[in-house]
């Protein structure tokens, strides 16, 4: 275990449904992250959240909506996807320190979508 | 444009040998460097933090070095085993965001 903890594992969900990824962190970290993970490509960020605000997102389409309540839980809520939406999604954290110099980062084990 | 590239993509050893993967990165700015280790379908682990202003950072059978100047990491691992098969994954932090390499997939057999 890392301290970072993804549900649902896995999760299959029609173009037409509505769900929710979520992601907790008990490292007590002020920053966490969204990437996706698709077959034989680079792991690509998504959205940055520090101190709950959002402060990066790198031209992800609307379908995809992260919420982050806390410095420890970040949503990344799924809407009319598509099938190239399939992949594995990981949720990390960092302690962001002055000018976002990071600590380690630690990742979750990831939800693997699938889009039918 | 940040890039992070990986030599080579796949790396096959007999149980034993030492082994260095090799990492290299566009932008010298970087924070810090990071290895990462990801089993099939499973997310990743932390294998070592590298700071900017450091050389090399050691654990265990592992051992991680960096230039920045060159824009360059290496990671050795010393007598492999079966257990340390799996894609090893770099990534350059510039702050706001981690940009990865594409990976290097380690097969070792027994």
């Known amino acids: 275990e890392t301290g970072v903890t993804q549900t649902p594992r896995h999760l299959v969900m029609g173009m037409t449904n509505k769900k929710s990824l979520k992601c907790e962190q008990h490292l007590g970290h002020n920053a966490m992250y969204w990437y996706k993970q698709s077959a034989k490509k680079p792991l690509e960020l998504m959205f940055v959240y520090n101190f709950k605000e959002q402060t990066e997102n790198n031209s992800v389409p609307s379908r995809f909506s992260p919420e982050c309540p806390n410095s420890s839980h970040l949503f990344l809520h799924l809407h009319t996807l598509q099938p190239e939406d399939s992949a594995l999604y990981l949720c990390?954290?960092?302690?962001?320190?002055?000018?976002?110099?990071?600590?380690?980062?630690?990742f979750g084990q990831g939800t693997r979508l699938t889009v039918v | 444009k940040q890039e992070v590239t990986q030599i080579p993509a796949a790396l096959s050893v007999p149980e034993g040998e030492n082994l260095v993967l090799n990492c290299s990165f566009t932008d010298s700015a970087i924070y810090n460097l990071q290895w990462f280790r990801q089993d099939p379908g499973k997310g990743l682990t932390s294998l070592l933090l590298i700071q900017s202003s450091q050389r090399e950072q050691t654990s265990g059978r592992l051992n991680a070095s960096l230039d920045k100047s060159s824009g360059r990491s290496t990671l050795y691992i010393a007598a492999s085993q079966p257990g340390d098969s799996a894609t090893y994954l770099c990534?350059?932090?510039?702050?706001?965001?981690?940009?990865f390499g594409p990976g290097t997939r380690l097969s070792v057999l027994p």
């Open positions: 990390a954290s960092s302690q962001a320190g002055q000018g976002w110099r990071n600590t380690e980062a630690f």
């Open positions: 990534a350059a932090d510039y702050g706001q965001n981690f940009v």
